[in-house]
């Protein structure tokens, strides 16, 4: 039988103290801040603010699940002049709490609420809300139509200006099939294939009617342009009409960026975009890598 001490005797052990007699103010009104220490510290700051914080969020899609609470990564900043010590960090953990009370979906909209509410907050003339997610769809495989869930990440970055107004760029990186254009020239029994990974961005224009579902219409646009797409459930029937399909379509690197670019350009929404494809060959330990920006002209 093993025998110990009080518990308090046992955290006295481990290096606990008494409390200290407390001289410092204990209500907020009486406390000095800090942060509105005004002086020269040199250099004005785009950004200031918090990253990484988790926090559940409430996703609206055209495809099923229409309906989907999932867990988003957000980073929330305002500017902060040099005259300025800093920000009040907590207030942008109160707002970013006060818009998952709301209930509101996440979109483009809603961030740009969000934005402006950060700016006058914080009394500054900018804000920035950048928010990464997972989307859930339901796929049914081609020819069995057996049905499964996959899902692709999600990105949104919205800056709010007191005088420009918003920017803000949309992007979505999901996996495709991809087949070898060289391998199916020259071999005799095939073409080798492997998984691509396609990440989007683009900005958007702001007097432009937007798409109900932008996600959708991303995620569309990677998987067309590829050999094929990929489906969480295949019988061999849907193996089949994959594998084939793939065949039907090669594809480099090259080709699938390309094609996403021309694609994207003739969206009247989109004002400018980065296309990246990644390639894990099946032949090579090395993967294959493409990219591609572009900026309309005004």
């Given at each position: 039988?093993?025998?110990?001490?009080p518990?308090?005797?046992?955290?006295q052990?481990?290096?606990?103290?008494?409390p200290?007699?407390?001289?410092?103010?204990?209500?907020?009104?009486?406390m000095?801040d800090?942060?509105?220490?005004?002086?020269?510290?040199?250099?004005?700051?785009?950004?200031?603010?918090?990253?990484?914080?988790?926090?559940?969020?409430?996703?609206?899609?055209k495809?099923?699940?229409?309906?989907?609470t999932?867990?988003?990564?957000?980073?929330?900043?305002?500017?902060l002049?040099?005259?300025?010590?800093g920000?009040?960090m907590s207030?942008?953990?109160?707002?970013l709490?006060?818009?998952?009370e709301?209930?509101?979906p996440?979109?483009?909209?809603?961030?740009?609420?969000?934005?402006a509410?950060?700016?006058?907050?914080?009394?500054?003339?900018?804000?920035?809300?950048q928010?990464?997610?997972?989307?859930?769809?339901?796929?049914?495989?081609?020819v069995?139509?057996?049905?499964?869930?996959?899902?692709?990440?999600?990105?949104?970055?919205?800056?709010?200006?007191?005088?420009?107004?918003?920017?803000?760029?949309?992007?979505?990186?999901?996996?495709?099939t991809?087949?070898?254009?060289?391998?199916?020239?020259?071999?005799e029994?095939g073409a080798?294939?492997?998984?691509?990974?396609?990440?989007?961005?683009?900005?958007?224009?702001?007097?432009v009617?937007?798409?109900?579902?932008?996600k959708?219409d991303?995620?569309?646009?990677?998987?067309?342009?590829a050999?094929?797409?990929?489906?969480p459930?295949?019988?061999?029937?849907?193996?089949?009409?994959?594998?084939?399909?793939?065949?039907?379509?090669?594809?480099?690197?090259?080709?699938?960026?390309?094609?996403?670019?021309?694609?994207?350009?003739?969206?009247?929404?989109?004002?400018?975009?980065?296309?990246?494809c990644?390639?894990?060959?099946s032949?090579?330990?090395?993967?294959?890598?493409?990219?591609?920006?572009?900026?309309?002209k005004?």
């Amino acid at each position: 039988m093993l025998s110990f001490p009080p518990k308090k005797e046992r955290h006295q052990q481990f290096g606990s103290v008494p409390p200290s007699a407390r001289t410092k103010p204990c209500q907020k009104e009486d406390m000095m801040d800090i942060q509105q220490t005004e002086q020269d510290f040199y250099f004005d700051l785009e950004q200031v603010g918090i990253c990484r914080v988790s926090y559940p969020v409430h996703i609206l899609s055209k495809t099923a699940p229409q309906h989907q609470t999932t867990s988003a990564a957000f980073a929330l900043s305002t500017y902060l002049p040099a005259h300025q010590k800093g920000i009040h960090m907590s207030r942008l953990t109160e707002q970013l709490h006060s818009f998952y009370e709301s209930g509101k979906p996440l979109d483009v909209n809603s961030l740009k609420e969000l934005t402006a509410q950060l700016a006058n907050q914080m009394n500054q003339p900018s804000a920035s809300v950048q928010v990464s997610f997972p989307w859930y769809m339901e796929k049914k495989s081609p020819v069995s139509r057996k049905s499964g869930l996959m899902h692709a990440t999600v990105q949104y970055d919205v800056h709010f200006h007191e005088e420009n107004g918003w920017l803000c760029h949309v992007g979505c990186t999901a996996q495709v099939t991809t087949l070898c254009p060289c391998s199916k020239e020259i071999s005799e029994y095939g073409a080798h294939n492997q998984r691509g990974t396609v990440s989007i961005q683009v900005e958007l224009f702001e007097q432009v009617q937007l798409p109900d579902d932008m996600k959708a219409d991303l995620l569309q646009i990677i998987e067309s342009n590829a050999s094929a797409p990929l489906y969480p459930v295949l019988k061999r029937p849907d193996e089949k009409k994959v594998t084939e399909e793939a065949y039907e379509n090669p594809r480099f690197v090259e080709d699938v960026t390309r094609l996403i670019a021309a694609e994207l350009y003739e969206q009247n929404w989109v004002k400018g975009f980065q296309v990246e494809c990644r390639n894990e060959e099946s032949i090579h330990q090395h993967d294959a890598y493409a990219k591609c920006s572009y900026q309309k002209k005004l």
